[in-house]
Nanobody, 123 residues
């Protein structure tokens, strides 16, 4: 049963923007923090941003000032607005549901992943 479904990836020129969305089942979305990861070939999976159940967003240093994560509790969706895209942002982006603690740390749930959406930024 697919519980997280990403959309919104595509091809864009450097400096452009894309918006990713992840639709989750209500049971997962309402009780979990939500996050976006990415994984480039040959590299480790990177936490891009996460947002708590209360709506507090936290971004990785590599995307601060460029990416914004948000959640729509009425639609059970989490979005990632990506601006000022760079070629090094090119990879597959994944949605995840997990837990965020009071110290601003995120713990992913390994059984809550979407299928991924490809983002390609041309130079």
């Amino acid at each position: 049963q697919v519980q997280l479904v990403e959309s919104g990836g595509g091809l864009v020129q450097a400096g452009g923007s894309l918006r990713l969305s992840c639709a989750a089942s209500e049971s997962i979305f309402s009780s979990n923090a939500m996050a976006w990861y990415r994984r480039a070939p040959g590299k480790q999976r990177e936490l891009v941003a996460f947002i708590t159940t209360g709506g507090r967003p936290i971004n990785a240093d590599s995307v601060k000032g460029r990416f914004t994560i948000s959640r729509d509790n009425a639609k059970n969706t989490v979005s990632l607005q990506m601006n000022s895209l760079k070629p090094e942002d090119t990879t597959v982006y994944y949605c995840n549901a997990g837990v965020a603690d009071s110290l601003g740390r995120y713990y992913r749930a390994n059984n809550y992943w979407g299928q991924g959406t490809q983002v390609t930024v041309s130079s």
